[in-house]
């Protein structure tokens, strides 16, 4: 019966998870997203430094000035130029790897997409003046539009531009130079007309919007798309949907955390980046869940929050296969690399260990969502850390020492859910063992017996 509903489930499961592995649209989200990650990670450095979670520090960097200017801000100078612009990245990110994907110039790919995506941006912005009552507008990239708002309109001027450059070079609608031009030359006269037919579709989409009620696609595709997702995933339960979901998929041995973050993590990005404008203005903070929240809070030691597992192995385990294991996988847990034990225990396609590791992050995200949304904790500040920090050392950052303490709690829960379960592999290994050392066949050769 289990084997039945364990194929039965492998069956609707595999095709989903194999088809959003292998999607270009998913990929290119993905790995663009990684080359924003760096840049956002020092720029969160230096806002931690200026934000860090002592008044007495912060007083000082706001109240000592240098050049006219206070501390602070030439901390907020690094923030501007990485969180504020962070769409810029992200497009670009994306354009270079849908190209790739499409087979293109991956160079050009990363142009049109930016082209495509400030051709539709309004070069405006609107503010009133210290002692005026009307507001004034003069010419500008507007900070709003180049930053988290940005995100979801530069998501898809990347896909449509690469996807008309490609079309337009498979017409063959190119300038091909003779054999003699050195190759960069040959390279830019053949993107002329893919170019010039980005350009013109964008130009047409951008006179189209100026006769709408939004002005621009910015306006529309941020409060009819971006707002309505945030709003989604901005909430328990998709997080715990999503959670169960990559769990399940961890289970049969695919990785599930990388297939959900290609189409969560944008979401969580963006309020991530919301939560830290709020801080930086002295603002409450928006946003329980966003990026920190799932990386910090949800699990530990990485999927199904394996620290508190290997905890439990190493004190409370006695067969010499867990315990060797234990040893060589708790380390990286410690930095959430858990490759080791989730195919050295293993947990894929392990149905007694199977419950804890989908059910502990459950409860994690739960249990977090709850003391944030009471007060009990501070909300995570919107600081990207990578993902390897340590916990308490993240709870701390994100969320002071309550979040500190809150991760600690979680882990000893952890530990408590895992517990029984382990106990019960952990048992028979022993009785494997022994019945090994009772027959006596040292020199058979056993993965089982290969210590490290």
Known sequence: MKKSFMDKLESKLMPVAQYISKNKYLISIRDGFLISMPLLVVGSIFMLISNFPIQPWIDFLRNTNIGGASIASYFSNVTDATFSIMSIFVVVGIGYNYAKQEKTNMIFGSAVALLSWFLLMPFSTSFIPEGATEAITVPSIPLEWVGSKGIFLGILCAFLSVKIYKFVEDKGWTIKMPSGVPPTVGQSFAALFPITGVIIVFFIIRLIFSFTPWGNAFEFIYKILQVPLQSVGDSLGTMLGVYLFAHILWFFGIHGTNITDSVFRPIL??????????????????????????????????????????IAMFFFCRSKRIKELGKISIVP????????????????????IAIPFILTPMVNILISWITMNIGLVPICNGVIMPWTTPPIISGFLSSGWQGALLQVFLIALGVVIYYPFIKTIDKQYLKDEAEVEADGNDEDVSLDDLTF
């Open 333 to 352: 847990g410690i930095f959430n690399i858990n490759e080791p034990i989730i195919f050295g225990l293993p947990i894929v396609l392990n149905p007694i």
């Open 269 to 310: 990005y963006a309020l991530s980046a919301e939560n830290l404008r709020a801080l930086e203005v002295g603002q409450p903070l928006p946003h329980i869940i966003n990026t920190q929240f799932q990386d910090l809070f949800a699990t530990f030691g990485g999927a199904g929050s394996t620290l508190s597992l290997l």
